[in-house]
Nanobody, 132 residues
Framework: QVQLVESGGGLVQPGGSLRLSCAAS???????????MGWFRQAPGQEREFVAA????????TYQDSVKGRFIIYRDNAKNTVYLQMNSLNPEDTAVYYC??????????????????????WGRGTQVTVSS
């Protein structure tokens, strides 16, 4: 069974940090390094939005403006896992965070993708709440 499973969410005070993990398993996820990865989030009453993306190679990243300098996306192919390190969290970061995966050709190994429709696989999400 092909799946992405997020973890690491929780309640944190403003200014705090969390590290989200997204573990891939099953099917072609055994070749995790062929996937470009992304993180999205959805706050209550709002549309799901792009947060961060990482190329298949791991060499290229991009971020939503509001998280630049605070969040870092990176991957560990040996563990079939992508991470989102979140620092200096504020209440506006409260949302359900989803990871997503896209099969990517070798020729596009340094490309990242920011659109939801770019991704074919999604996890079920993990809740992040920033509150005092």
């Amino acid at each position: 069974q092909v799946q992405l499973v997020e973890s690491g969410g929780g309640l944190v005070q403003p200014g705090g940090s969390l590290r989200l993990s997204c573990a891939a398993s099953g099917g072609t996820f055994d070749n995790f390094d062929i996937y470009a990865m992304g993180w999205f989030r959805q706050a209550p009453g709002q549309e799901r939005e792009f947060v961060a993306a990482l190329s298949r190679s791991g060499d290229s990243t991009t971020y939503q403006d509001s998280v630049k300098g605070r969040f870092i996306i990176y991957r560990d192919n040996a563990k079939n896992t992508v991470y989102l390190q979140m620092n200096s969290l504020n209440p506006e970061d409260t949302a359900v965070y989803y990871c997503a995966a896209r099969v990517t050709l070798l020729v596009d190994r340094n490309s990242y993708y920011t659109g939801q429709s770019d991704y074919g696989y999604w996890g079920r999400g993990t809740q992040v709440t920033v509150s005092s």
